[in-house]
């Protein structure tokens, strides 16, 4: 059998024990923000049957949805014919019954209708799992990432929506990260737009073509909105939009005044402006917000508040969170009028950010506390009895596996970054002595034997 080059696929990621456990301090501190605002946990399967996730995300969404092939006798069922007529999407339906996650909102929403008898609305979760998206890799992009949300179900107020830049604010606030800037817009200003330039049959293609804006630039978008048969008077109204600047009011003002006659937009401009008012009356610390009547998110569910979480400015990194109102999403599950609204932390982005700006705790990696060294069997059974007991007193620490010199064991505890080091050898049995050194100062002293656990006790914090 031919050797195989260890390798791992495009788009995935392994973690080292370094990373993992700055990924644990802020998960950490993700689900303390979370639970403060009585979010409760669920956790839902990694795939989903695909009429569950298809048709929920607009066809480029649906493009980036992994799809798992049937085995066994399924297999069978394969339609070929179809195929044959070049009719791909029912030849892919006859080999994939399932897919896995491309968010957690729309399972969400599933789970919400599958369980709506046992359910106290409204209902507040959170969620941290996994997703997968075909998407091209790059920096700050995976095709495996995991995705942290917090959503309100069951409840129409727009103290919802002041609740999330809330809940922003305090979690990038608990990590030190300042300059954040979140970007407000509305789904029904974006329907009074496309009313206004004599679209509104083509909203879909204007939200999609618009959500790329930061990626294609302004003429980009105008050419993706010419490509799908957008007129030049069409675009000449929209370009106005494209380039409004000013403060949060005075852009709401400019654009409510162009969109005055517009009964749609004039609903959601008076939303935006009770949550501008309630976040303007409180004190935020790590976050700004801006009105950003380009902001589209294309996902097709959104009908109300959509904002973006951009991170601080010199941070080339695209956006760090986002989400937005959905009215309708559970209605495709029979829950009828059952509005949500859900915010979610771009987790790998903000910790790439963290990385960055050397945000992360120096002392999170450090594990260990205490390496016994070994010199054989009388002095490491011995230490033993005492790493068991250390553990009961919750320190962490362990023992070198094996009888090695004692150059050897010291570079192993250096490297490993464990700060102290007890050694035991056949002269310190016989003197009924220890040595505890650290590993930091280089500082060694000699202790009783009898005073071992009393002595290693002393220096976990905890104790």
């Known amino acids: 059998m031919s050797n195989i080059k260890p390798a791992i696929p495009k788009g995935t990621r392994d973690f080292s024990p370094v990373e993992l456990a700055k990924r644990n301090y802020l998960k950490a501190q993700l689900i303390a ?25 607009g066809d480029e969404g649906d493009r980036l949805i992994f799809r798992i092939l049937n085995s066994g006798d399924k297999v069978k069922n394969a339609d070929l014919g179809a195929l044959e007529r070049g009719e791909l999407g029912k030849f892919s339906n006859s080999i994939s019954q399932k897919a896995l996650r491309y968010d957690l909102t729309v399972p969400f929403a599933r789970y919400v209708a599958q369980y709506q008898n046992d359910i106290q609305f409204p209902f507040r979760r959170y969620q941290m799992q996994t997703v997968w998206r075909a998407d091209r890799p790059q920096h700050g992009r995976f095709q495996e990432f995991l995705q942290c949300d917090a959503d309100v179900v069951g409840e129409r107020s727009l103290w919802q929506e002041v609740e999330g830049v809330l809940l922003y604010d305090r979690v990038f606030s608990k990590l030190h990260l300042k300059g954040v800037q979140i970007h407000l817009n509305h789904r029904k200003i974006l329907a009074g737009i496309a009313e206004f330039i004599g679209a509104e049959s083509q909203l879909i293609d204007f939200t999609v073509a618009l959500d790329k804006l930061s990626k294609i630039g302004e003429e980009g978008v105008i050419g993706a909105l010419q490509s799908k048969g957008f007129s030049a008077e069409k675009i000449q109204r929209l370009r106005p939009f494209l380039s409004l600047k000013g403060d949060f009011s005075s852009q709401l003002l400019a654009v409510s005044e162009v969109l005055k006659d517009i009964e749609i937009a004039q609903e959601g401009i008076e939303e935006l402006k009770f949550i501008y008012k309630q976040l303007s009356r409180q004190s935020l610390n790590a976050v700004s917000i801006a ?16 904002l973006e979480v951009m991170p601080p400015e010199g941070i080339k990194m695209g956006s760090i ?3 937005g109102r959905y009215d309708e999403l559970t209605d495709l599950f029979g829950l009828k009028n059952t509005s949500g609204f859900g ?5 790998d982005r903000i910790f790439l950010v963290l ?37 009961d007193f919750n320190m962490a620490c362990e023992m070198y596996p094996k009888e090695a010199k004692l150059k050897k064991q010291l570079n192993y505890a250096h490297l490993r970054s464990i700060p102290y080091v007890v050694i035991l050898g056949s002269e310190e049995m016989q003197k009924e002595i220890f040595v505890l050194k650290n590993m930091v100062s280089g500082e060694q002293r000699e202790y009783p034997l009898a005073q071992m656990l009393e002595v290693l006790k002393g220096l976990n914090p905890s104790n």
Do not use: M, W
Request: proline share 3%; glycine share 12%; hydrophobic share 35%.
């Open 321 to 323: 969170g986002g989400g």
């Open 355 to 391: 990385e960055e700006l050397d945000l992360f705790p120096s002392t999170i990696d450090s594990k260990t506390q205490l390496i016994f060294l070994n010199f054989g069997d009388a002095s490491a059974s011995y230490c033993f009895d005492h790493l068991t007991k250390l553990r």
């Open 343 to 347: 915010i979610s932390f771009g987790f």
């Open 291 to 306: 009105f950003d009547v380009r902001l589209a998110r294309g996902l097709n569910y959104y009908t109300g508040l959509i």
């Open 33 to 57: 923000g979370f639970e403060r605002y009585g979010f409760q946990p669920i956790e839902t399967p990694s795939f989903e049957r695909s009429e569950t996730l298809l048709g929920k995300y």
